[in-house]
T-cell receptor, first 114, second 112 residues
Framework: SQKIEQNSEALNIQEGKTATLTCNYT??????LQWYRQDPGRGPVFLLL?????KEKRKERLKVTFDTTLKQSLFHITASQPADSATYLC?????????????FGKGTKLSVKP | DAGITQSPRHKVTETGTPVTLRCHQT?????MYWYRQDPGHGLRLIHY???????DKGEVSDGYSVSRSKTEDFLLTLESATSSQTSVYFC???????????FGPGTRLTVT
C-alpha cells in the first residue's frame, strides 16, 4: 500500500540545537516533495520544495534533503529557536498525479525549549 | 493567509442539514483545493479545481460536492451533513507555474 510517514509525532529539542525531521514514503514516485509549517489554529504555510533530481535545498536556517534511493526526505532547522515550535508537514506530488494533488504526512510537532 | 478567506470560520450544524463553505481568493490563481484535517489522518484532499467549472475528485470526496463559477470563489457543499464530516476544512490555492500551495485560515465545522 502507499504510505507517507513522518517518523515522530513529536520532537523536543533544546534551543540552539539542530532539529531533524524525517519523512519516508512507500510505493510513491514523487516528482517533488514539499515541507510546510502549521501553527495551532492556522493553515499550513509553505517552506521549501525539493525536486526528485535535487539532493539538497537551503533557505536561511532551513535545509531539506531528498534521497530517492532511501525514499526519504530530511528537514533540518539549524540554531533552533522557541519561535520554531510548530507542526511540520511533508507532502509529495506523485508522478502521474494531477498537479497540486499533494499527499500529506500527518506531521511532526516540534517543541524548542529555551 | 493573505489573499485567501474562508467563510464561515466556525459552524455548528445538525446531522442531515446542507452546509456550504466558501473560499475566496484575490490572487487570481488558477488552481483551488479543499482539504479536511483530522487528528490521526493529517490533511486529505476532498476536491480540487483547475479552472472555472473544471473540478475533480480527491481522496475523500464522498458526501461532498464543489462548484467554481468564478476564478476567485470555490464552494464546498455537504449535501446532508453527517457526524463523520466534523472536521477542520482548509482551502488552498496554487498557480500552475509554481507548485507550492497557499492555505486559508480554515473553517471548523461541527456536525451534531
Amino acid at each position: 500500500s502507499q504510505k507517507i510517514e513522518q517518523n515522530s509525532e513529536a520532537l523536543n529539542i533544546q534551543e540552539g540545537k539542530t532539529a531533524t525531521l524525517t519523512c519516508n514514503y512507500t510505493n510513491y514516485s514523487p516528482a517533488y516533495l514539499q515541507w510546510y509549517r502549521q501553527d495551532p489554529g492556522r493553515g499550513p504555510v509553505f517552506l521549501l520544495l525539493i525536486r526528485e533530481n535535487e539532493k539538497e535545498k537551503r533557505k536561511e536556517r532551513l535545509k531539506v534533503t531528498f534521497d530517492t534511493t532511501l525514499k526519504q526526505s530530511l528537514f533540518h532547522i539549524t540554531a533552533s529557536q522557541p519561535a520554531d515550535s510548530a507542526t511540520y508537514l511533508c507532502a509529495l506530488q506523485n508522478y502521474g498525479g494531477s498537479q497540486g494533488n499533494l499527499i500529506f504526512g500527518k506531521g511532526t510537532k516540534l517543541s524548542v525549549k529555551p | 493567509d493573505a489573499g485567501i478567506t474562508q467563510s464561515p470560520r466556525h459552524k455548528v450544524t445538525e446531522t442531515g442539514t446542507p452546509v456550504t463553505l466558501r473560499c475566496h481568493q484575490t490572487e487570481n490563481h488558477r488552481y483551488m483545493y479543499w482539504y479536511r484535517q483530522d487528528p490521526g489522518h493529517g490533511l486529505r484532499l476532498i476536491h480540487y479545481s483547475y479552472g472555472v467549472k473544471d473540478t475533480d475528485k480527491g481522496e475523500v470526496s464522498d458526501g461532498y460536492s464543489v462548484s467554481r463559477s468564478k476564478t476567485e470563489d470555490f464552494l464546498l457543499t455537504l449535501e446532508s451533513a453527517t457526524s463523520s464530516q466534523t472536521s477542520v476544512y482548509f482551502c488552498a490555492i496554487s498557480d500552475p507555474r509554481i507548485y507550492e500551495q497557499y492555505f486559508g485560515p480554515g473553517t471548523r465545522l461541527t456536525v451534531t
